[in-house]
């Protein structure tokens, strides 16, 4: 048996002012993983590619990995960086393969398709018409018709934060070798409906999306699917089929998958209206969380800057958090991170232990949200200086190497800013360890993240502040511009019918 296993991996945010051109799908280097180093890269690792070599090996199949290309989301794929690694996948199964197993994120849009996942599956059904594909998705996946059109099987994560990439491209792989073998008939039923959940309602330790997901797992664990998934989608892709959709697998049970589907949709709907983000002014945060820290227990207050998550799109250089932290007076404060390139060489060119005054953050505009970029002065020690180099602790992307370039922290006597030059979500405690930072030992910890921090940090913290700051993830719908989202739609027409 011959196998294929590929990944390509990109939410797209198309407010965003981030190009994603090939190297931003590299790691180290300016190139993304092919052929060996793929499979070395992500051999051992929590993802779903490790699983689906995993198995692959079990099966004792040729593996041929023909690229790893992941990037950190921004704004839409350069056609030449979309065509380069579906040009890989596609030449690798041209060349005859029993499956093809696919690694994805499911929200790609690239500058000349709002779907760059069923772009891929569609090219890949006209080199192999029969072949079987199984993918994995993100949770927020926008899905089109392509996608479940072109694809054998479907799975996508059931946690947010993702800890089960792994255990998704298990579910993937498993069900899809079991149809080869004769043992099941895969059947396959999707939908959506008119809702753009708030990112930062979608997390799976809340309701509603807690239930949701219990009820897709109880749908497995029962027998009753061989696949149930729930994708809450990414409301910052501005396409037609963004939003909440399902899918649901069956052997060989068209109805029952789409009862079972409708089920999931029905129960997403019924909750539409908690999945809508209420915001809090921003000085109302920061004294909140002044509050928290002078209460008894351990851990610090975390400070979530999550208008300005780089893996939601966001530039990760706007500054208003922090300069509300720094207006505020709060001490014994480790900020991670901002994202300035220019100011990571200044510090480096003045060394440790050097006074340096930095023209800090506010680089880039955001016209998709009229607002220009703001940078502010920061005077401080250059405490660190860092190649920025890390592998996760786990447990979400467990192994996995990432690279934040070189990185330097400044010290302003009350604050430790991070400052890097390649954008990279604090979402693994080893983010701030690595650089010297033990987070129990701050009073207060400012990510810039939405949901994920919490598998690193939410068992470390004493209290959660969320920080409306400024970006291109903001949670106010009204700051942007949507033009080609199927209309209506709820919140946006909030008396929208299903």
């Not at 992941?70 to 579906?86: D, L, Q, R, T």
């Not at 949901?451 to 502040?465: D, E, P, S, T």
Request: hydrophobic share 40%; net charge negative.
């Amino acid at each position: 048996m011959r196998i294929v296993a590929a990944l390509m991996k990109h939410e797209t945010n198309t407010f965003s002012p981030v190009p994603t051109p090939l190297a931003r799908f590299a790691v180290g280097s300016d190139q993304p993983y092919e052929g060996r180093a793929a499979y070395d890269a992500y051999k051992g690792t929590g993802s779903a590619l490790a699983a689906f070599l995993d198995l692959a090996e079990k099966e004792g199949a040729e593996i041929v990995t023909p690229i790893a290309a992941n990037a950190n989301p921004s704004g839409p794929v350069a056609k030449e960086a979309f065509e380069h690694i579906a040009n890989r996948i596609c030449a690798a199964v041209s060349q005859g393969c029993d499956a093809i197993l696919l690694d994805l994120h499911g929200a790609m849009v690239t500058e000349t398709s709002e779907d760059g996942e069923g772009s891929l599956l569609a090219r890949l059904r006209r080199i192999a018409p029969t072949t079987p594909i199984a993918v994995a998705l993100d949770m927020h996946t926008n899905l089109f018709p392509a996608m479940v059109d072109n694809a054998t099987v479907i799975a996508g994560y059931q946690t947010y934060p993702h800890v089960d990439h792994y255990e998704t491209g298990l579910r993937a792989g498993r069900t899809l070798l079991k149809g080869i073998k004769g043992e099941i008939t895969p059947t396959m039923a999707w939908g959506n409906r008119p809702m753009l959940p708030h990112v930062m309602r979608q997390g799976t330790g809340d309701s509603p999306n807690r239930e949701i997901q219990a009820r897709a797992r109880q749908m497995e664990e029962s027998g009753e699917a061989l696949i149930a998934t729930v994708f809450t989608g990414f409301p910052h892709a501005d396409v037609s089929n963004a939003g909440l959709s399902a899918v649901v697998v069956t052997d060989n049970d068209p109805a029952k998958a789409r009862a079972l589907c409708d089920e999931l949709l029905d129960m997403a709907w019924a909750e539409r209206r908690a999945f809508v983000y209420r915001l809090e002014a921003l000085e109302a945060s920061l004294e909140r969380a002044a509050k928290l820290a002078a209460e008894p227990g351990d851990g610090p207050v975390i400070l979530l800057d999550h208008y300005d998550n780089c893996a939601s799109g966001g530039t990760m250089d706007t500054i208003m958090v922090l300069d509300g932290i720094l207006r505020a007076g709060l001490d014994n404060v480790a900020v991670f991170a901002i994202y300035d390139e220019a100011a990571v060489k200044q510090a480096i060119a003045a060394g440790i232990g050097a006074t340096v005054t930095l023209n800090l953050g506010g680089k880039a505009d955001m016209p998709s949200i009229n607002r220009k970029g703001k940078p502010m002065t920061v005077t401080g020690k250059v405490k660190l200086i860092s190649d920025g180099k890390y592998r996760n602790r786990g447990p979400m992307e467990r192994g996995v190497l990432h690279d934040m370039g070189n990185t330097v922290i400044i010290d302003t006597g009350k604050v430790e800013i991070v400052v890097i030059s390649r954008q990279v979500e604090p979402f693994d405690i080893e983010s701030l360890l690595c650089l010297g930072i033990d987070p129990l030992r701050k009073r207060f910890v400012m990510l810039k993240s939405r949901i994920h921090y919490r598998a690193g940090f939410q068992k470390l913290a004493k209290a959660i502040v969320e920080c409306a700051g400024v970006g291109v993830c903001t949670s106010d719908y009204s700051q942007l511009s949507f033009t080609k989202v199927r209309r209506p739609i709820f919140p946006l027409e909030p008396e929208t019918a299903a």
